[in-house]
């Protein structure tokens, strides 16, 4: 098996991406001039980093490979009910537009019903520009998974092996779908973002190509034996010793390449035209999407997907009203109720992670981070302050992009204080104040 062998400097672009702090007067202007300035020139290499991330994001086609989403149909119109959180205030005292900008927002909306009570963006980011979503890609493909599940194609408790052969004696024979879904697979993989001589540098970010490694995008299928997404599953993710599948909460990108390739395996197409053809052709969509794709030109399951942020509402009131979208079902009802109904066990493997437990999930199921379960309040989370936030109880749906210069949640105050935020409106709405 060949094997990169990173430089400092990748080291230290994703590190940046990681733990820079906030930006500063002094950062240069980012892609100025026609052509840009060497210095402000956004590149694969510093793309994940602050302040490049803020063009990069919103232009992701740019640094990434990706295909097409394609709409269709009359576009769906939103109601609109003036400003009527002209008045309101945050717990820190402060309007929320200037909340969400101050802690790198590129735009936010809120929708209560089929009403947008407050739409913002920041940074010259508008309504027209997609956005990279990340791992809210996960519960994208998450939601579509129903329809395979209510069809009666897939058994939950089975093994994804068993519709993938390739799979065969890989981590994942030994799991279950369900397993997959909720990141309690137990893989001897870790996603290491600061480590240039990790497995996730190696031998995954290389695979995936959303992530710059010198000459890694100049290999050629012959030349390395794990070339796309689907080579690291099968050849790479080992199971982990000691470790049982379903006895703790490990979140895993892997997993999410898998789900997808059940889709696309089992549906006979590739990823985006199953997104297109059963999501984004029916929920009145103004604009294409895209998806970026792995080495081998495969749209990347576990995080490329790109909307503009009215889009991505759309989706969000679809999964909240449990598949339905103007009148018409696009999705199983029972399958996007499913991540609602929480075991003892799944809260124990939430509150027994070290990392997440610090966090307000209270579990995470079918590829959804859970808040409170018994409101319908949950989330799809992406990396640097990506969030589709739902509260069936308060009928809202609520969709902020950042380009957070610290990538995990986990650690960021920035992500923090802004789900902390929509959580209180998304009360105050609830109660009918306004």
């Known amino acids: 098996m060949n094997k990169f062998n990173p430089t400092l400097c990748v080291f230290l672009a994703l590190l940046a991406a990681l733990v820079v702090g906030p930006s500063s007067s002094a950062d240069p202007a980012i892609m100025e001039g026609f052509p840009p300035s060497a210095e402000s020139q956004v590149t694969k290499a510093n793309y994940l980093a602050a302040p490049f991330n803020r063009w990069a994001f919103r232009n992701a086609g740019a640094p990434l490979h990706g295909v097409m989403v394609p709409r269709a149909g009359n576009i769906w119109h939103f109601k609109r009910h003036g400003q009527p959180l002209a008045s309101y205030q945050t717990a820190q005292g402060s309007d929320l537009a200037d909340l969400f900008e101050a802690n790198y927002a590129d735009g936010f909306l809120v929708v209560q019903g089929e009403t947008i009570l407050s739409e913002h963006y920041f940074g010259g980011f508008d309504g027209d520009d997609q956005h990279l979503w990340f791992s809210m890609t996960k519960s994208l493909v998450s939601a579509l998974f129903g329809m395979l599940v209510q069809a009666g194609s897939v058994n939950l408790d089975q093994s994804p092996a068993d519709y993938i052969p390739e799979l065969q004696g890989s981590a994942f024979a030994r799991v279950t779908i369900q397993q997959v879904l909720d990141h309690t697979t137990a893989l001897d993989f870790r996603e290491n973002y600061t480590d240039p001589e990790s497995d996730f540098f190696r031998y995954y970010a290389p695979a995936l190509g959303m992530i710059y490694q010198p000459g890694a995008a100049d290999v050629s299928p012959e030349q390395e034996e794990i070339y796309g997404v689907h080579d690291f599953l099968v050849r790479f993710v080992g199971p982990a010793a000691g470790a049982e599948p379903g006895a703790a909460f490990e979140y895993n990108s892997a997993n999410a390449d898998v789900l997808g390739w059940l889709l696309a395996r089992l549906m006979d197409r590739p990823l985006n035209d199953v997104i297109s053809d059963y999501i984004w052709r029916h929920i009145g969509a103004e604009h294409d999407a895209f998806i970026a794709v792995d080495r081998a030109y495969m749209p990347v399951a576990t995080g490329g997907f790109n909307a503009t942020l009215r889009d991505a509402a759309r989706f969000g009131m679809m999964v909240r009203d449990g598949g339905v979208f103007d009148g018409k ?71 902020w992009y950042s380009s957070q210069p610290d990538a995990s949640a986990a650690v960021s105050p920035h992500f923090l204080v802004k789900l902390d935020a929509a959580r209180a409106l998304a009360r105050y709405l609830e109660q009918g104040e306004f």
């Open 329 to 399: 079902r696009l999705l199983p009802a029972g399958w996007l109720d499913a991540m609602l109904s929480i075991s003892n066990r799944d809260l124990d493997n939430m509150s027994d992670n070290g990392v997440y437990a610090k966090m307000p999930w209270s579990a995470y199921k079918n590829m959804w981070w859970i808040l409170d379960a018994s409101a319908g309040e949950f989330c799809a989370v992406g990396i640097h302050g990506q969030v589709i936030y739902i509260n069936r109880a308060a009928d809202t749906v609520m969709v």
